[in-house]
Nanobody
Framework: QVQLVESGGGLVQAGGSLRLSCVTSGYIFPINGWGWYRQTPGNQREFVAAIANGGSTTYTDSVKGRFTIARDNAKNTLYLQMHSLKPEDTGVYFC??????????????WGQGTQVTVSS
């Protein structure tokens, strides 16, 4: 099992920035990369961004150019830098170990998430 501890969420005005962090530990096989997902009440988790072990990244269209995913392997920490935030970015953000970055397929192993609220 992988343990995932997200932090960095908060309340921010539209146009603002936040940086989310996720400390990872443990192991699950295979790990093709790491990703961020978000969920709003009544909806399923949706893919936001992922980074493969080789460093390539992929983003959902709505965050391209505004969000940047990165991983510090020495610190076992995944980051999501978010700029130009919009109210529609509001949700609980979760990090995930990815079975396949290309398929945007996470392992079903989740932390508690961190709440991001963007006010208009």
């Amino acid at each position: 099992q992988v343990q995932l501890v997200e932090s960095g969420g908060g309340l921010v005005q539209a146009g603002g920035s936040l940086r989310l962090s996720c400390v990872t530990s443990g192991y699950i096989f295979p790990i093709n990369g790491w990703g961020w997902y978000r969920q709003t009440p009544g909806n399923q988790r949706e893919f936001v961004a992922a980074i493969a072990n080789g460093g390539s990244t992929t983003y959902t269209d709505s965050v391209k150019g505004r969000f940047t995913i990165a991983r510090d392997n020495a610190k076992n920490t995944l980051y999501l830098q978010m700029h130009s935030l919009k109210p529609e970015d509001t949700g609980v953000y979760f990090c995930a170990a990815m079975r396949s970055v290309a398929m945007r397929a996470p392992h079903d192993n989740w932390g508690q998430g961190t709440q991001v609220t963007v006010s208009s």
